[in-house]
């Protein structure tokens, strides 16, 4: 099994920063993408940011310039820096990682449990 833990969220004022953390853990053979999606009340989950194996990265539309995705190999840890954070971008934010297990083929989807993220003044 693997476990996705996710840690970082809170409240925070608008153009302030926050950093996000999730780590995976288990019987994990390979990572081939690492990412951050966001759900706010009643919209659809969206895109934030991915990061590939090869280090390819994706941003969605409304993060590009104010937040950047990152990675520990070592420790199979996924990071979001959040910077100028609007009242906008409040939502539970998802970790998702796709990744090959051990002893066991085929590729895996996994979801964190989510963290909450309130910008407000």
């Known amino acids: 099994q693997v476990q996705l833990v996710e840690s970082g969220g809170g409240l925070v004022q608008p153009g302030g920063s926050l950093r996000l953390s999730c780590v995976a853990s288990?019987?994990?053979?390979?990572?081939?993408?690492m990412g951050w999606y966001r759900q706010a009340p009643g919209k659809q989950r969206e895109l934030v940011a991915t990061i590939t194996r090869a280090g390819s990265i994706n941003y969605g539309d409304s993060v590009k310039g104010r937040f950047t995705i990152s990675r520990d190999t070592s420790k199979n840890t996924v990071y979001l820096q959040m910077n100028s954070l609007k009242p906008e971008d409040t939502a539970v934010y998802y970790c998702?990682?796709?990744?090959?297990?051990?002893?066991?083929?085929?590729?895996?989807?996994?979801w964190g449990q989510g963290t909450q993220v309130t910008v407000s003044s």
């Open positions: 288990g019987s994990i053979f390979s990572i081939n993408v």
């Open positions: 998702n990682i796709g990744l090959q297990r051990v002893g066991v083929p085929g590729l895996y989807n996994y």
